[in-house]
């Protein structure tokens, strides 16, 4: 007969990516990130609770019991500057897993932002930080913490999986995370996207009426 898993795993953090990737990053919007993941891969469902600042960093994960952040506060003590804290709750929103002192403490400790798949509260201080925090809803109830949970395992946020190292981008259009290792040609094909995007831009400032980017969209369906 197989043994029971252990109540509380913790592994290791990962490694924060190099400054020269995570800053090659600044600037660049998901969705050019996202259309040359095929648009298969991202995060959509969860909320912006900041006021704008863009979300950069690597991911370190939990995995814990709907309403319960034990193994949060676990994680919290091996975040390193540059990490973001993923957190898949089960995407309940009963019990707030973290909030104004838990944000204070991860930003002193240079923490990137929270990616959680649960409830936050304490959202007017989320606004005035600027601190990068998406969710799935928010709630004045706060958590239990007994666990069970782990930390620093593949998790499933909003049915988008993220492993413990992957690079995390947050916009106002939403999240998108890919591992380092695909990071280098995913830049360079989201900066020719934007060069592409530009060069439609200058078109339609034309103000004709065709247009060479519309016609042919429109003539690969017989249009």
């Not at 709907?66 to 390193?80: C, E, F, M, S």
């Not at 939403?174 to 439609?200: C, M, R, Y």
Request: include cysteine; hydrophobic fraction near 45%; charged fraction near 15%.
């Amino acid at each position: 007969m197989s043994q029971p898993t252990t109540a509380h795993v913790v592994n290791p953090a990962p490694a924060v990516a190099p400054a020269a990737l995570t800053d090659a990053l600044r600037g660049v919007v998901t969705p050019h990130l996202s259309d040359n993941l095929q648009r298969l891969h991202g995060i959509t469902r969860l909320r912006r609770l900041h006021s704008g600042r863009q979300l950069i960093g690597t991911a370190l994960t939990v995995k814990t019991r709907p309403g319960d952040n034990l193994l949060v506060y676990k994680a919290l003590t091996l975040l390193r500057p540059g990490h973001v804290l993923v957190v898949d709750g089960g995407g309940d929103t009963t019990n707030a897993l973290v909030g104004d002192l838990m944000m204070s403490y991860a930003a002193q400790q240079g923490c990137a932002g929270f990616v959680m798949d649960a409830a936050v509260r304490d959202h007017a201080a989320f606004v005035a930080a600027d601190f990068p925090c998406y969710a799935a809803g928010i709630s004045h109830r706060g958590p239990y913490k007994s666990g069970p949970g782990q930390v620093n395992v593949p998790v499933s946020i909003a049915g988008q999986v993220v492993n413990p190292g992957d690079i995390v981008v947050g916009d106002e259009d939403g999240i998108v995370v890919f591992s380092q290792a695909e990071a280098p040609a995913l830049i360079e094909a989201a900066a020719a996207t934007a060069a592409k995007e530009a060069a439609i831009h200058c078109e339609i400032a034309t103000g004709e009426r065709a247009q060479s980017w519309l016609d042919g969209a429109l003539r690969l369906h017989g249009l």
